[in-house]
Every structure is written in structure tokens, then in C-alpha cells.
């Protein structure tokens, strides 16, 4: 689970996160330019997981460690659908400022799942 994709995988969601910060100040909602976004971030982080996947076993992780691994990992790819369900239902400035947290959770998730796999 080495690599470029975990960091760029963190680097394009806090890049998503700035972009919806801009989209809040111009008091716009998500697009489909937004979308396209999240859906790289979301085929970067399904690509991590079944890298994951097969990497786990060559690891020196527990099963607690893995279950961890896992459960950030899962988490990673709801976090990004739930966040743009709730921000297309709403149409408000508030609901685009939701995808701000998500673009942030998102990085943290990854980061988090980085943290669990080295060590």
C-alpha cells in the first residue's frame, strides 16, 4: 500500500475540499465538475482497497490491525457518496460547505489508514 496513489489520493481531496471552499464563497452548489472530482477520488480509494486487499496478507498486520485497516478504508468510499446525497437533496450554501468536511475526512481517512498499515 506503498506509493504515490495514498498521497495523491490525500493530495486530491484537500484539493477537493479547497475547491468547494471557492464554490461556498461564490455561494454556488456542486456541479458536475465537483462530482467528477469525487468520482477519481472515489475510484483512487476503491483501486487503495484492493490493493490493500491483496498486500494484507504479505503485511505483518493482526486482525485487529486489518479490521481497522478495513474499516478506514470502507469508510473512505462512503464518505464522499453520503456527503454529495446530502448536498444535492439540500441545495444550500451550508449543504456545499458539508463537502469541505468531506474532502477533509476523506484526506484524514487515508492518512489514518497510512498510519494503521506502517505500523
Given at each position: 500500500?506503498?506509493?504515490?496513489?495514498p498521497?495523491?489520493?490525500?493530495?486530491?481531496?484537500?484539493?477537493?475540499?479547497?475547491?468547494?471552499?471557492?464554490?461556498?464563497?461564490?455561494?454556488?452548489?456542486?456541479?458536475?465538475?465537483?462530482?467528477?472530482?469525487?468520482?477519481v477520488?472515489?475510484?483512487?480509494?476503491?483501486?487503495?482497497?484492493?490493493?490493500?486487499?491483496?498486500?494484507?496478507?504479505?503485511?505483518?498486520?493482526?486482525?485487529?490491525?486489518?479490521?481497522?485497516?478495513?474499516?478506514?478504508?470502507?469508510?473512505?468510499?462512503?464518505?464522499?457518496?453520503?456527503?454529495?446525497?446530502?448536498?444535492?437533496?439540500?441545495?444550500?450554501?451550508?449543504?456545499?460547505?458539508?463537502?469541505?468536511?468531506?474532502?477533509?475526512?476523506?484526506?484524514?481517512?487515508?492518512?489514518?489508514?497510512l498510519?494503521?498499515?506502517?505500523?
Amino acid at each position: 500500500m506503498d506509493g504515490p496513489l495514498p498521497l495523491a489520493l490525500i493530495a486530491a481531496s484537500l484539493l477537493f475540499a479547497v475547491v468547494v471552499l471557492v464554490y461556498v464563497a461564490l455561494a454556488r452548489t456542486p456541479d458536475w465538475g465537483l462530482l467528477g472530482l469525487a468520482g477519481v477520488i472515489e475510484a483512487g480509494v476503491l483501486v487503495l482497497l484492493v490493493i490493500a486487499a491483496f498486500q494484507v496478507g504479505d503485511a505483518d498486520l493482526s486482525g485487529p490491525s486489518a479490521i481497522t485497516l478495513f474499516g478506514y478504508l470502507v469508510a473512505a468510499l462512503a464518505v464522499l457518496p453520503i456527503g454529495f446525497l446530502w448536498s444535492l437533496t439540500e441545495r444550500s450554501r451550508g449543504a456545499t460547505a458539508v463537502l469541505a468536511v468531506v474532502g477533509l475526512t476523506e484526506a484524514f481517512l487515508v492518512v489514518r489508514a497510512l498510519q494503521v498499515w506502517a505500523s
